[in-house]
């Protein structure tokens, strides 16, 4: 596994250059609905849904302008062997392919939620058409929140939906949608795999919902 090493001159670089890149690629970036406000010494385990290449740099752009906590993204190790660079903008691996490298990924995430960190996980495990029913979430996030709460840590999941939309315009707009944070402690029920998909997937429906009747939100970018 390989793990990340946030370094500020990163953030001071990526920041700059991925706004820059997505003002070039896309027409705008939207915000719809309201984005949760959270305790800062709550961590926040943010779960998006996962359909393009860009779906790591968006929620990167929402909590930089946003949440503005410290970030840290789950990848797919043999991705982040070849964009070296993420680990220090908090990226670390996961290998599919080894039952116990998963697991020391998923132990390795669990770890990282404490205070004010943010870290986005994509259950889904793989990136599959927008529209594919079930989700197929995979019960690793269900291994992250047990040890978060075995830590005695209290924790914040928030379903996140994405889609990306070619409107009137010729580049296409990115459309967010945060859930209502769910809190978890060890004096609460812990959210399984099915209950979070349930809930990704209502999202995803209320976005829809949404963009066709001509919401634009608050543009972030």
């Given at each position: 596994?390989?793990?990340?090493?946030?370094?500020?001159?990163?953030?001071?670089?990526?920041?700059?250059?991925?706004?820059?890149?997505?003002?070039?690629?896309?027409?705008?970036?939207?915000?719809?609905?309201?984005?949760?406000?959270?305790?800062?010494?709550?961590?926040?385990?943010?779960?998006?849904?996962?359909?393009?290449?860009?779906?790591?740099?968006?929620?990167?752009?929402?909590?930089?302008?946003?949440?503005?906590?410290?970030?840290?993204?789950?990848?797919?190790?043999?991705?982040?062997?070849?964009?070296?660079?993420?680990?220090?903008?908090?990226?670390?691996?996961?290998?599919?392919?080894?039952?116990?490298?998963?697991?020391?990924?998923?132990?390795?995430?669990?770890?990282?939620?404490?205070?004010?960190?943010?870290?986005?996980?994509?259950?889904?495990?793989?990136?599959?058409?927008?529209?594919?029913?079930?989700?197929?979430?995979?019960?690793?996030?269900?291994?992250?929140?047990?040890?978060?709460?075995?830590?005695?840590?209290?924790?914040?999941?928030?379903?996140?939906?994405?889609?990306?939309?070619?409107?009137?315009?010729?580049?296409?707009?990115?459309?967010?949608?945060?859930?209502?944070?769910?809190?978890?402690?060890?004096?609460?029920?812990?959210?399984?795999?099915?209950?979070?998909?349930?809930?990704?997937?209502?999202?995803?429906?209320?976005?829809?919902?949404?963009?066709?009747?001509?919401?634009v939100g608050e543009i972030l970018l």
């Amino acid at each position: 596994m390989i793990a990340a090493s946030p370094q500020g001159w990163a953030h001071t670089i990526f920041r700059r250059y991925l706004r820059s890149l997505v003002k070039k690629r896309f027409h705008a970036l939207h915000v719809l609905g309201d984005v949760p406000k959270v305790s800062s010494d709550t961590p926040v385990l943010l779960l998006p849904n996962h359909s393009t290449w860009w779906d790591g740099f968006f929620p990167y752009v929402l909590n930089d302008i946003v949440l503005k906590r410290e970030f840290f993204i789950m990848m797919l190790e043999h991705r982040l062997r070849e964009f070296w660079f993420f680990r220090f903008v908090g990226a670390f691996s996961i290998n599919q392919q080894s039952p116990k490298g998963i697991a020391q990924s998923l132990d390795y995430t669990a770890s990282l939620l404490q205070g004010n960190r943010l870290v986005v996980l994509f259950p889904q495990g793989e990136l599959t058409a927008w529209g594919k029913r079930p989700l197929g979430y995979n019960r690793g996030v269900e291994r992250v929140i047990r040890k978060s709460i075995e830590q005695g840590k209290r924790l914040a999941v928030i379903p996140l939906a994405m889609r990306c939309e070619f409107l009137a315009d010729e580049k296409p707009h990115v459309f967010l949608l945060c859930g209502a944070p769910i809190i978890t402690d060890a004096t609460t029920p812990r959210s399984t795999a099915d209950e979070l998909e349930r809930l990704e997937t209502a999202l995803l429906e209320e976005l829809e919902r949404r963009i066709t009747a001509g919401d634009v939100g608050e543009i972030l970018l």
